[in-house]
């Protein structure tokens, strides 16, 4: 059973591990880390700051997901918008020697209950690069839709330009899933 728990420091080796080559590295958000290969240390300072404290106080929340086998992904959330309703998650990844096996979708789906119960958000968004399609279905198997309000923007990925595509579950989207799993 998988379940989430704060990030530590020692979760970084994981998360270095499972970035194994410079394509996952982008598709991540390795962009906003720096050069690949990535290591340990440049996590935990964009995580805890340089004196190895908290980067963004309350604002910033990394989480592992892990079960009887030890880690099994990672995500960020983070407040946007200075009103504490919406959430934004990104920098997800999951154990490349498990990935296909459904624990990206159980890890958003814990993800989401926790952001809507805990942190009583009002939505979600995620962006996902265009061509990332197996993010992208997963994102879309936990309930994210297209979000028809924003505008597009592109990165680029390894010399080709992408379009991010945005998402959002919005409360009353995730309360409507809830009662349809009985929950």
């Given at each position: 059973m998988l379940?989430?728990?704060q990030y530590k420091k020692c979760d970084a080796q994981s998360?270095?591990?499972w970035i194994n080559d410079e394509r996952?590295?982008?598709l991540w958000g390795g962009e906003r880390f720096g050069k690949f290969p990535i290591d340990a240390d440049v996590i935990?300072?964009?995580y805890f700051g340089s004196n190895g404290d908290c980067a963004e106080e309350d604002n910033f929340f990394p989480v592992t997901a892990f079960d009887e086998q030890g880690a099994a992904g990672h995500f960020i959330m983070r407040y946007t918008g200075g009103d504490n309703k919406a959430l934004r998650f990104g920098w997800v990844i999951t154990d490349s020697s498990r990935r296909g096996r459904g624990i990206g979708r159980e890890m958003l789906t814990l993800g989401i209950e926790y952001a809507f119960e805990i942190y009583k958000a009002e939505f979600v968004t995620i962006g996902v690069f265009e061509?990332?399609?197996?993010a992208y279905r997963c994102y879309k198997a936990v309930g994210f839709r297209e979000n028809e309000d924003a505008e597009d923007y592109y990165e680029d990925v390894l010399g080709e330009r992408v379009r991010i595509a945005e998402l959002i579950i919005k409360r009353e989207e995730y309360a409507e899933m809830k009662a349809k799993r009985g929950v």
């Open positions: 379940r989430l728990r998360v270095v591990r996952i590295f982008q935990n300072e964009k061509n990332n399609a197996p």
